[in-house]
């Protein structure tokens, strides 16, 4: 089995920058996929972005530009760089690899 850690979360300004981490230990060789995703207050998961096997990244739409997924597959995990934060970004980010096993989250919250 995998599991997931993320950390790097916090409280930032409009327009300021945050880094997500999350490290994946436990039978690291069957990580096919890795996810990030977000739960906004009183909304369901939202798929922010994912990383294939093959390395290709797919960004949601609403944070294209902004936000950059990258992997480091000897330390196993992977990062998220958010830029330009907006208030619409606050929630709680979380990790996900294989679509199956999910971190506990880190709450991102952007208000002035």
């Known amino acids: 089995q995998v599991q997931v850690a993320e950390s790097g979360g916090g409280l930032v300004q409009p327009g300021g920058s945050l880094r997500l981490s999350c490290e994946a230990s436990?039978?690291?060789?069957?990580?096919?996929?890795w996810g990030w995703y977000r739960q906004a207050p009183g909304k369901m998961h939202q798929v922010v972005a994912w990383?294939?096997?093959?390395?290709?990244?797919t960004y949601a739409d609403s944070v294209k530009g902004r936000f950059t997924m990258a992997r480091d597959n000897a330390r196993n995990a992977v990062y998220l760089q958010m830029n330009n934060l907006k208030a619409e970004d606050t929630g709680v980010y979380f990790c996900?690899?294989?679509?199956?096993?999910w971190g506990q989250g880190t709450q991102v919250t952007v208000s002035p």
């Open positions: 996900n690899v294989n679509f199956k096993t």
């Open positions: 436990g039978d690291t060789s069957s990580i096919y996929n």
């Open positions: 990383i294939s096997a093959a390395g290709a990244v």
